[in-house]
């Protein structure tokens, strides 16, 4: 990737604090039941990754915690939205089907237009979005939790093209355990985590796209959350902070052990909240 200056820009988050959080069941492969988790700790450490949001600037909206929902923390699940269009989750697990709810009437109470889905999705988890690759690009993951047929739903409801990746690792079934968008127009990404297919597409795309190796990718150093210029990573993820300093970015590593219990990290924990643009 070419050393041109980074730029950050102020963006607007959505995020729900781990009152709940528990891991009672599980549903993905990062999750054992049969250790406790440390829900202060969760609270503490999420409440640091708050600050440091609101620290550079960003806006940060709080979704209120449900009992019964110890996955809410996860709030990148809750939906997708795109030029002030939303388009909604709807969950793989029984166990999460009803965190959506929660999310689709934060949005009605505001500026956004909200699209109920009819596909099984969830949320940018397995959507992300590039504004500045070919007038705005939807990149889209399958093979664990989100249909193709979302993807489908997604292009119509958001009207920007969508590029469907399938996933092939357990370990990393969500699109944002394997890949994140930098900037408006560069990625990271574990290659392994996609299949053949799926990796010649993203080298084909994005050449000058920094390459993580699985160690990056197991460290949770690819569920990042970035500005254009400072990337809040997961503090394990040493090597990954490293890489994106080489590429130019500022990595700001946070502490989150406890929500990598659960399976997820600074990513899963926000959800970007995309406005409507303003004609010029
Ligand atoms: N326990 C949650 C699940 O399996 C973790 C979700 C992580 N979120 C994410 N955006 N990757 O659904």
Not at 5 to 27: D, K, S
């Amino acid at each position: 990737m070419s050393q041109t200056e980074r730029l950050p820009r102020n963006r607007t988050y959505l995020m729900c604090p781990p009152e709940h959080f528990t891991v009672e069941y599980a549903i993905n492969p990062w999750m054992d039941t049969s250790v406790a988790v440390d829900a202060a700790l969760a609270v503490k450490q999420w409440r640091m990754l708050h600050e440091t949001l609101t620290d550079l600037g960003h806006a940060v909206h709080v979704l209120d915690p449900q009992p019964g929902l110890p996955d809410m923390v996860y709030a990148a699940n809750g939906a997708f939205s795109v030029d002030g269009t939303v388009y909604g989750a709807r969950f793989r697990y029984p166990q999460r089907s009803a965190e959506a709810l929660h999310h689709s009437v934060f949005y009605r109470n505001g500026p956004w237009t909200f699209v109920d889905p009819a596909q099984v999705n969830e949320g940018e988890g397995d959507f992300t979005y590039l504004s500045g690759a070919y007038g705005g690009m939807i990149l889209a993951g399958h093979g664990f939790r989100t249909e193709p047929a979302a993807h489908v739903e997604a292009q119509e409801v958001l009207g920007r093209p969508v590029l469907s990746l399938k996933l092939v690792d357990p370990a990393f079934y969500h699109l944002d355990t394997a890949l994140a968008v930098l900037d408006d127009r560069h990625i990271t990404y574990y290659p392994e985590a996609f299949s053949p297919a799926a990796q010649r597409i993203l080298a084909q795309l994005f050449p000058d796209a920094v390459i993580a190796d699985r160690e990056d990718a197991e460290a949770f150093g690819l569920n990042l959350v970035s500005d254009g210029r400072h990337v809040v990573l997961n503090a394990e993820a040493m090597n990954m902070a490293d890489k994106l300093a080489a590429a130019g970015y500022q990595p700001i590593p946070v502490e989150l052990s406890e929500l990598k219990r659960g399976g997820g990290s600074v990513k899963c924990a926000v959800a970007e909240l995309r406005p409507r643009l303003l004609a010029t």
